[in-house]
């Protein structure tokens, strides 16, 4: 008999590398498929797009509005001057309302703020000042403050001497509330072509690892259609033909041992026949001896090479409270100290007949090496999507070095290195549980137990079809 986790050819078993710091960092903070990770990729690169858009409408604007103020405002003001110069000073009141505009306003007093102060010389504020100065002529400026960003205050001298206050202002070109909406609806009509964009393209490699996951222990081919676009049409084909030469490659191995297994029967048994001749009994008890442990190694020999290809019992709905305990019956009326602990409380869905292999072989294992055996029986709450039963057997055994946990699950591997079949077994035992344990959809591993002893932990679904 062997012992643990992990088995060549089986998925479940396979050594997991550690992660990097990277991908544990992706895998906590980031999307995990592929398709969520490309789609927001896409879409957030979108968004990025429709910001810089809308900060080159906003930055257009600007510009805009420094032309139009830069060309046309200050002979505007400056005509504004000259009419309100020219009217007599009683009916200049009367003419305020009427020049005013967005941008400016004129005041028929000394209006300067004198906790303003001197016009900033930016690239905007200083050629804007100078060309007022230009267009006023000859009119005077005596004096020009600024208020905040974008107000200025300018006190001009009329010919009759009269002051004259210009407020001017920098007034925003907004951007209509409609420029928003279209840029919304740009990246809602962009992301959903994203979307089926990237689905066009995940949705093969999901079918993919769909065919991949399904390809059981019997290694038979389910195929995938070979269609679509050339490249996923030309994967599904190199899929489809690497499965059945896989197939192909297995099952004649497996012939070729069942065959060879089976073969031996035949001279096993002419071979025990003639040693019942022989007269010398201790040598004829040799010879039997011998026989006996080249019959069992050719019967599990069978039926690994059987099991290597699943098993061809039906799955059916098992009450598994009721096989346990028959198990520990069977155990305790011989005399082996095998208890039973915990319940599945349902029925699940099995082979009664490789369930029943599986934790006979578990028990013998814990039987032979820890003098008893502790069956406890475990499911997960009601609440997870996907349940599962766990069926742990534990001895208080030598337990098995951590180097060969993954080894002996290997065909004729076996911890006893004496190779006396009587200690160390066939080496079949566990193999052959755990092609059952997958041919079930289950999870067959061992456990050093920290305080002494193994445990063979079998793992099943546990909702029914």
Known sequence: MNRTSASPGARDAAPTPMPSASTSTTRRFGPRTLFARVFWLMVFGIAIAQAMAYVAIRQER??????LMMSGVERDIATGVAVLDRLPAAERAAWLDRLERPNYRFALADEIDP??????????NGPFVDALTQAMRPFRIERAVQLGVKRYQLLVRL??????TVHARRVDMPIPEWVMWVLGAQLIVLAV???????????????????????GPDLSPRLIPEEGPAEVAHAARAFNAMQQRIAGYTAERVEILAAISHDLQTPITRMRLRADLMSDEALRGKFHHDLNAMHVLVREGVTYARTLHGTSELPARLDADALLASIAGDYEDAGEAVTLSGEAGSPIMAQPQALKRILVNLVDNALA??????????????QDPTPRLTIAVLDRGPGIPEEQLQAVFKPFHRLETSRNRDTGGTGLGLAIALQLASAMGGRLS????????????????????
């Open 62 to 67: 600007s510009m805009a509005l420094r032309t």
């Open 115 to 124: 906790q303003a102060g001197p016009v900033e010389r930016t690239d905007f």
């Open 159 to 164: 010919n009759d001497g009269s002051a004259l």
């Open 193 to 215: 072509c994203s979307w089926m964009v990237v689905r066009l393209v995940t949705r093969p490699l999901k079918t993919l690892a769909a065919a991949a996951d399904d390809l």
């Open 369 to 382: 090496f820890g003098g008893q055996a502790e069956i406890r029986v475990t499911r997960s709450d009601a």
């Open 446 to 465: 061992l456990h050093n137990r920290t305080d002494g002893g193994l445990e063979a932990r079998l793992t099943l679904p546990a909702s029914l079809p």
